[in-house]
């Protein structure tokens, strides 16, 4: 009870010397408050993770109560867009698990002959960056981890370095498309960045970070891999083939896979489809998984409530949303473009050093905090930056990877993290300490956010 107080009591005290601070630098009362209502609901976040939708709701609230901002700029800012895209697509992922999809893929692509330790490492860590682009990276994770559990166990070895590999391969694949993590999205609705875009920039750059992450995963978990090896030899490697193709498939696979194909095909051609038929800007992006998800509730209507009660996640989707507001507001206060002139005077207009200073300011940021607070936080500013004329798409590159690739750095970055050690525990009662995961993912995170900032430094294609 007293450590819950004293950090409620810090809470506010942080939050109240923000706004004193950013008084004292020139901020005006709006932008202040709308500064530290912001802070506190980021610090709630962090300090009190289960009651983060109430300090968002609260401080919602307050910004309204005190004319801070205004229901009409509430609803401009709330960014449903992004909220009812990411229903849809959870619908649609709904649908997949139901099937048995995943799990038939896993088993397919396994099903490799002469298995190695090596060679098992490399399929799991480019599956769970595929899956994670492919899908979203807690789907994916799920899969993954139920599917290095089962070869783990059938061999007799230690699963949790193999489960450390494919949560940092998932952090990273989340970066490489649109549909990989809820920022994606988020960053594509308001850059003006489209499915093709990511493809083309960032789905090269998060398979180079892939490519020197397993080379670094293999030589960090060398030991676990000659163990595995030496069971490879021991036992075989065909029985466990037989136990992950062991669940039967629904018959409706095939069926299934077509609409999420199509729904993907729709969803690369967006731009194209609305530059064609003269829509605005992500308008098919919106469209496509919503008629999609209207179907399958439709052809699948006896299981329609249990896609929208238990496969969409409102929780996090209504804080999202009134996150996307308290974020609005900073920029609807001006505050925005007040910071973005601070960091384009202590940059000195230089834009290498600001896409630095972006990048690893979310990558350190995301790595304490959920990559999609830091990003809603950082986008008015971004979008700040450019209504001062500073116009790069590195800045945007900047915060996806930083926001992605900082997640791999501690045991609380990502969801996709938290998820994985929470099956661990339950499944194995393997219990990570912070330390078990930091080093390896310190040093994943820092050489992979190093090769990013070099493209984005040197590379013209990213600019």
């Not at 901020?27 to 610090?43: E, G, H, N």
């Amino acid at each position: 009870m007293k450590r819950t107080s004293l950090k409620f009591l810090s809470l506010i005290f942080i939050s109240f010397i923000l706004w004193l601070l950013a008084n004292q630098i020139g901020m005006s009362p709006k932008q202040a408050l709308s500064l530290a209502i912001f802070s506190m609901s980021i610090l709630g976040t962090l300090f009190f993770w289960d009651f983060r939708l109430s300090f968002a709701f609260i401080g919602t609230s307050v910004l309204l109560a005190t004319k801070t901002i205004d229901l009409e700029h509430v609803l401009e800012f709330s960014s449903l867009e992004v909220i009812l895209f990411l229903v849809g697509m959870m619908v649609i992922i709904g649908l997949l698990k139901d099937s048995g999809v995943f799990t038939w893929i896993v088993s397919i692509i396994l099903r490799i002959p002469r298995l190695t330790a090596k060679r098992f490492v490399i399929i799991i860590a480019v599956l769970s960056g595929l899956f994670a682009g492919a899908v979203d990276e807690v789907t994916s994770i799920i899969f993954m981890v139920a599917a290095v559990l089962e070869v783990c166990d059938y061999f007799e070895v230690n699963p949790a370095p193999f489960v450390i590999i494919s949560v940092l391969a998932t952090n990273i694949g989340s970066a490489s498309t649109v549909l990989g993590n809820p920022i994606g999205i988020l960053i594509a609705s308001k850059s003006g960045l489209t499915f093709e875009d990511f493809i083309l920039k960032a789905f090269p750059l998060a398979a180079a970070c892939l490519l020197v992450a397993i080379a670094m995963l293999m030589f960090w978990y060398r030991k676990s891999l000659d163990s595995l090896d030496k069971k490879i030899k021991e036992f075989g490697a065909n029985e466990i083939l037989v136990k992950l193709i062991s669940v039967p498939v629904e018959k409706h696979l095939k069926v299934n896979l077509a609409i999420f194909a199509t729904v993907l095909i729709f969803i690369s051609l967006h731009h194209r489809i609305e530059v064609a038929l003269d829509l605005g800007a992500n308008t098919v992006l919106l469209i496509v998984p919503l008629v999609a998800s209207g179907l399958i509730m439709i052809w699948k209507h006896r299981r329609a409530r249990k896609y929208i009660e238990k496969d969409v996640e409102w929780w996090s989707l209504l804080f999202f949303l009134l996150l996307f507001i308290q974020a609005g507001t900073l920029k609807y206060t001006g505050s925005t473009i007040f910071i973005a002139d601070k960091l384009i005077k202590a940059t000195g207009d230089n834009l290498n050093l600001l896409t630095g200073v972006v990048l690893w300011i979310s990558t350190v940021g995301s790595s304490i905090l959920d990559n999609v607070v830091l990003v809603a936080a950082f986008i008015p500013v971004v979008q700040g930056l450019q209504a001062l004329n500073v116009n790069s798409h590195s800045l945007w590159w900047a915060l996806l990877f930083g926001g992605c690739l900082g997640g791999n750095i501690t045991l609380i970055g990502s969801t996709a993290n938290i998820v994985a050690l929470g099956i661990l525990e339950k499944e194995r009662n393997i219990r990570l300490t912070f330390f078990n995961w930091f080093w390896v993912g310190l040093s994943v995170g820092l050489v992979t956010t190093c090769i990013v900032w070099a493209a984005l430094t040197f590379i013209p294609f990213y600019k």
